[in-house]
Structures are given as C-alpha cells and as structure tokens.
C-alpha cells in the first residue's frame, strides 16, 4: 500500500465514523425527543414542548422536531470522531453519557440563554434526563 493509499483508507474510516455518528445522533436525539414529549404529554401540554426546540418564541412542534434532530446528528458525528482519535476506551454508555452531561451543562450555561430559548422553562430534571437518554442511546449504539 502506497502512502497515498493509506491516506485514502484512513480518510474513508474517518468518513464511515462520520457517517455513523450521525445516524447514531438521530437516535439518540429521538430518545431525546421521546424523553420531552412524554413529559409534555404527561403535563397537560400536548406538543408544545417539542415546539421549545426554538429560539424565543414556540415553533410547531414538527419543526421543532426536525431542528432537533438535525442538531443531535451533528453533535452524533461530532462524537463519533472525537471518540474515534482520542480512542478513549470507556464502554460506549458511559462515553455518550460523559458527552451529553458535557452538551447539557454548555447548552445550560452560554447556547441556550444566549438564544433565549425556551427550554431553559423546562425543568431541569427533564432536560437533564433527555440528555442522559440521548447519551445512553448514542454512547451504546456508537461502535469505536
């Protein structure tokens, strides 16, 4: 195998482990998902949590929906790859819940009041559950 070749196969790895993360993100992101709007459901509010996925005001829980969903297989992809050239060898589980406790405390602390999102009305602990939930499910779904 030439050099060039070898930069060709570890290029295409780096894309196969891109690719994954970001399947393995819409998953976690619809255990998120999941998470949120069983609790809205259990709370009277129907959707309208799913519609929180938005800046200052609600948005249709559809769009709010598929805005989360796009934003969870980008940080999936961006797991994945962190994982894969740190190489750190914890079980998948803990790894993706060590992430979305990380994602959860920069999401609380600068994006979320930044954007003055609504899922900062949220109670803490479902938010926080919501990310565990789309940790475990990335973290054991993630293969290294």
């Keep these: 195998m030439t050099t060039s070749d070898s930069r060709t196969y570890h290029a295409s790895a780096a894309g196969d482990t891109a690719v994954s993360g970001l399947f393995n993100g819409l998953w976690g992101g619809l255990a998120m998902a999941a998470v949120i709007l069983l609790t809205s459901l259990l709370a009277g509010q129907g959707l309208e949590y799913l519609g929180y996925f938005s800046r200052a005001t609600p948005v249709p829980p559809l769009q709010g929906l598929l805005g989360h969903l796009a934003v969870s297989s980008i940080y999936g992809m961006i797991f994945a790859l962190i994982r894969r050239w740190i190489g750190l060898r914890l079980p998948g589980w803990l790894a993706g819940s060590l992430f979305a406790l990380g994602l959860w405390g920069v999401a609380v602390g600068l994006l ?31 293969k290294m």
């Design 112 to 142: 979320l009041p930044a954007t003055q999102s609504l899922l900062l009305s949220l109670p803490w602990g479902i938010f926080l559950s919501s990310h565990l939930a789309y940790g475990l499910v990335l973290g054991t779904l993630q």
